[in-house]
């Protein structure tokens, strides 16, 4: 049975609002096995296991959240020519335009070969204070629906063998 691993990091509720929403997307398609676990504590055999990823995160500083980047520097040289092929998709939430982290995730899972299923998916919250950034975030009912959406498509595209 096909699996599709989904891994997150959130500090302030965006990017966990996201990962669920594309969870419940992902869930609804019989056929194919659904994880969900936070970038922290994944394992070198969860990523084996898992036919295809939704990598799912902030934006912080213009790239990755550090969370993220030290999942891919510990699995990266262990997986290296292991995982190749596989399908993955990324989520961002971003307080600006989410276009750094977007091309640094993209820059690392092409050392592994992996293949976008389709380009970024980027949440936008504008959040640009302090004040603004450190905030718990509540995203529009849109967005969420379109990370759902998603989900689905990812998951109908697997349980199919499209990818």
């Not at 049975?1 to 969870?23: C, D, K, V, W, Y």
């Not at 994880?35 to 036919?51: E, K, V």
């Not at 969370?67 to 596989?86: I, N, S, T, W």
């Amino acid at each position: 049975m096909p699996s599709l691993l989904i891994l997150f990091h959130s500090r302030t509720g965006g990017s966990l609002a996201m990962a669920e929403a594309f969870l419940e997307g992902a869930q609804s398609e019989a056929g194919i096995e659904v994880r969900i676990m936070p970038f922290s504590h994944c394992q070198a055999d969860d990523l084996l296991a898992a036919s295809a990823y939704a990598f799912i995160g902030p934006e912080n500083l213009g790239g990755l959240s550090g969370a993220m980047k030290e999942c891919f520097d510990r699995h990266y040289y262990p997986l290296l020519g292991r995982v190749q092929g596989r399908r993955y998709q990324h989520l961002v939430c971003a307080g600006s335009d989410g276009q750094g982290a977007a091309k640094q995730l993209a820059r690392i899972v092409q050392g592994w070969r992996l293949v976008a299923i389709q380009e970024a998916f980027i949440v936008c919250t504008q959040a640009q204070s302090e004040e603004a950034i450190l905030a718990p975030k509540q995203l529009a009912p849109a967005s969420l629906a379109a990370c759902r959406e998603i989900g689905l498509q990812v998951a109908a595209g697997l349980a199919i063998g499209a990818y």
